[in-house]
């Protein structure tokens, strides 16, 4: 039987870390007077989002076992006409399984950044902003209207401007949250502007309303042209995807946010912000389901972002930039599931990812931190036998994302590949080949990575940064370059370790409920007869012991073992090989470490053509015709017209009395020739 959850505890789920976030932020930074301390601060946050953490998967249970829902407006904002502006939360299946995966990451991240930032006098406003990320991206996905939704959106949007340029002193960090802010607002106007179209033609905010009028809008064409208005708000409403979740083209703000510190990474650009494209777009499913060309368009711009931006991954040397391209590539597999209409396999991925990845990214922190802040993979080696618990972590991190057999990974990729397959799209045949391709880049690149780091002979010796004057030989955190690995504190392990074990289970735990079950009935809405693949997935898979079983004989496990196996010869055993390659595919390599010239022309094409625009309108548009001519213009003429009639008003009676007979004499003559 189901029941209605409690508004009360559901209000305290975004309210706790906000108020953790206020308490840091005012009283434990110099803008409130420096009246609390690092552990007041650290502690404040950590409770509020633990305590969110609790209630979310109290939450979860009711939702699981009682069938609890929750769908009200809690604040009325205004009303103008017909349209409701409110704040509401809709909690059903897959909002308390967000909230799960949110709470528990950030409560991780909470707990590494203790040990991270212990040294950085910035350590009471990064606790700040994270928490109020927490809240931002609570308030997301717990909304029931699009205008929560919007705010949500924005907001995740503004606290990761904030955590990239965290270190405001470095240009690269200054570069990174405003490139990542630009980019990002590409994508909120296409956004605004699929929302606009809701509101405009369906007369509502609200989820629920707009989804009763979804066949209504489906039937509708966009004015002016032969578009359905449906793909029309689809399309726009996925360009917002495409920036937040940082799809081709508008990726190329993510990898440059690596210059924030290493727990935000872990945050926002593995579990959190940069899934909100691909958690709207499944709470619009009703909408998508309604446009094939729209689902078409997402397969081609997921399928791009999964393929090529794993190679990107091969050349990278930043041991986080290697994590955050996987990142991109992963969110092209959720995107590809999404276009296949196999809406709740992005999801599971969504959730599975979201652990391995924040596992990794929080691994490489803590090698960075064991090898004193040196992010250069090619100067690591044999880090094993220095670091066991973030060797073990992190290795098992990287059997999930590869797609292990019996791992997490394993089973949201593995569905993934399959639903792609079965759809009947034109666009499925180009994103399954990319998919398939991309399990052997990702294992590639994934223990490319590995064994250069964990594995080989030490190369601390050959850093060429670390064999510098006594004075450049220590860096900022007081650590000397020429010291072994060491493993480091326990707040920054212990989370890799509650970490690691979903990454293990938690895909074996929720195959069945998430893709067949009842999990999300009522929620998640798809046209099986237009759209089969989820039917077809059903009829395949049977449960996971049996589906681990048989992926050691599909394609994917052995693309993946291929990687794994030439990355190991490429780099363990003939480590002169990838030199040898990289100059007989030089163009190839120029090609890949440029980004595929996409940032040259984002600031060489566009930004120089938007600027030349701009420039124009200003000096022929605004300074020449508005001002010169309408403005300046248009007291000229009234000027010169009082000049003329200034004349005429001399005071003489004689001039005025002439000046009627003449009137008088045009107007006979006018008259007379009338009537000729």
């Not at 997402?298 to 930039?321: C, E, H, P, S």
């Not at 020429?482 to 895909?507: F, R």
């Amino acid at each position: 039987m189901s029941q209605t959850l409690s508004a009360s505890m559901l209000l305290a789920v975004p309210l706790a870390p906000l108020a953790g976030s206020a308490l840091a932020g005012i009283l434990g930074t110099a803008f409130g007077g420096n009246h609390i301390g690092r552990a007041a601060s650290h502690s404040a946050t950590i409770l509020g989002v633990l305590v969110a953490f609790i209630i979310s998967a109290m939450t979860l249970q009711s939702v699981m076992v009682d069938g609890a829902h929750f769908n009200q407006t809690l604040y009325e904002w205004m009303v103008v006409g017909d349209l409701k502006m409110e704040v509401g939360f809709l909690v059903d299946s897959l909002t308390a399984m967000m909230m799960c995966v949110v709470t528990f990451v950030s409560l991780m991240v909470h707990i590494y950044t203790i040990g991270y930032m212990d040294e950085d006098d910035g350590y009471n406003r990064f606790f700040s902003y994270i928490s109020l990320f927490t809240f931002s991206m609570l308030m997301l996905v717990m909304s029931n209207n699009f205008l929560q939704l919007f705010f949500g959106w924005e907001a995740v949007g503004l606290v990761s401007y904030l955590l990239i340029g965290f270190w405001y002193n470095r240009p690269t960090a200054i570069f990174a949250n405003l490139k990542a802010f630009l980019v990002n607002r590409v994508g909120d106007f296409g956004f605004i502007l699929g929302i606009g179209l809701i509101a405009a033609y369906g007369g509502t905010l609200n989820y629920s309303e707009t989804f009763g009028k979804a066949a209504e809008l489906g039937s509708m064409g966009f004015p002016g042209t032969d578009w359905q208005l449906i793909t029309v708000i689809c399309i726009c409403l996925f360009i917002g995807a495409m920036g937040k979740s940082a799809q081709f083209p508008l990726h190329v703000w993510l990898p440059d946010s690596m210059e924030g510190p290493t727990p935000i990474s872990a945050l926002i650009h593995a579990a959190t912000m940069v899934t909100a494209g691909i958690f709207m777009v499944a709470r619009m499913s009703p909408l998508f389901e309604l446009s094939d060309t729209a689902l078409n368009f997402i397969l081609v711009i997921g399928a791009i972002t999964a393929l090529f931006m794993g190679f990107l991954g091969i050349i990278q040397n930043d041991i986080k930039r290697v994590i955050a391209y996987s990142t991109l590539s992963q969110l092209g597999y959720m995107t590809v599931a999404l276009g296949a209409s196999a809406y709740s396999v992005a999801v599971f991925h969504l959730m599975t990812h979201a652990f391995f990845k924040a596992l990794l990214f929080l691994g490489a922190g803590s090698v960075i931190l064991g090898l004193h802040h040196n992010q250069d993979i090619r100067w690591m080696g044999a880090v094993r036998k220095y670091m066991p618990i973030t060797w073990i972590t992190f290795l098992l991190g990287s059997l999930a994302l590869i797609g292990t057999p019996f791992f997490s990974g394993f089973y949201s990729k593995d569905a993934i590949i399959e639903a792609v397959h079965a759809s009947q799209l034109p666009a499925a045949g180009f994103a399954y080949f990319a998919v398939l391709a991309g399990v052997f880049v990702t294992a590639f690149y994934s223990f490319r990575l590995y064994f250069l780091v964990f594995h080989g002979k030490e190369r601390y010796d050959q850093n060429p940064d670390a064999h510098h004057d006594d004075h450049h030989a220590h860096d900022e955190h007081g650590h000397h370059h020429d010291e072994k690995p060491h493993e480091t504190p326990w707040v920054v392990w212990l989370p890799l370790v509650l970490l690691a074990i979903p990454s293990v289970v938690i895909g074996a735990m929720a195959l069945m409920p998430m893709l067949f079950g009842t999990f999300f009935d009522g929620v998640i809405h798809v046209d099986h007869a237009k759209h089969g693949a989820m039917t077809e997935l059903r009829e395949a898979i049977h449960g996971w012991v049996p589906m681990a079983l048989h992926g050691f004989m599909t394609a994917p496990f052995w693309l993946a073992l291929a990687g794994v196996a030439l990355s190991y010869y490429m780099y363990m055993v003939n480590p002169a090989l990838p030199a040898s390659i990289k100059r007989a595919f030089q163009p190839v390599y120029t090609l890949l470490e440029n980004k595929y010239y996409l940032d040259w022309i984002n600031e060489n094409v566009i930004a120089r053509g938007a600027r030349a625009l701009g420039t124009g309108l200003w000096k022929g548009g605004d300074r020449a015709l508005i001002d010169g001519a309408i403005v300046n213009g248009s007291w000229k003429l009234v000027g010169w017209i009082s000049g003329v009639v200034r004349r005429l008003q001399s005071g003489y009676l004689y001039q005025y009395a002439l000046v009627m007979i003449l009137g008088i004499f045009v107007l006979m003559t006018y008259f007379v020739w009338l009537n000729k």
